[in-house]
């Protein structure tokens, strides 16, 4: 059974940082790119930090500069460093880990909270 069990998400102010981390088991690490994403209430999901297919980066221009997706395979476990938060951050974040050959073939996290508020 596959399953993305993401963590770190929380309430905090504007400037502040967190990171996120999103753990994998039931499929091959190494086999699926990772990302994360995001949604808010009314939105489509959209992209924030992904690993591609070729094992480079691709994120979001909204988040650039200030966000840093990374990997640990040892652990299966895919991060987003997340600094300077602003309120238009706010959203539910979701780990994505997609085949890198079949790349139909894609899991979702449940999700965690980030709020960023004064």
């Known amino acids: 059974q596959v399953q993305l069990v993401e963590s770190g998400g929380g309430s905090l102010q504007p400037g502040g940082s967190l990171r996120l981390s999103c753990t994998a088991s039931?499929?091959?690490?190494?086999?699926?790119?990772m990302g994360w994403y995001r949604q808010v209430p009314g939105k489509q999901r959209e992209l924030v930090a992904t690993?591609?297919?070729?094992?480079?980066?691709n994120y979001a221009d909204s988040v650039k500069g200030r966000f840093t997706i990374s990997r640990d395979s040892a652990k299966s476990t895919v991060y987003l460093q997340m600094n300077t938060l602003k309120p238009e951050d706010t959203a539910v974040y979701f780990c994505?880990?997609?085949?890198?050959?079949?790349?139909?073939?894609?899991?979702w996290g449940q999700g965690t909270q980030v709020t960023v508020s004064s």
């Open positions: 994505n880990a997609r085949h890198r050959v079949q790349q139909s073939v894609v899991y």
């Open positions: 039931g499929i091959i690490f190494s086999n699926y790119a």
């Open positions: 690993f591609t297919l070729g094992a480079s980066t």
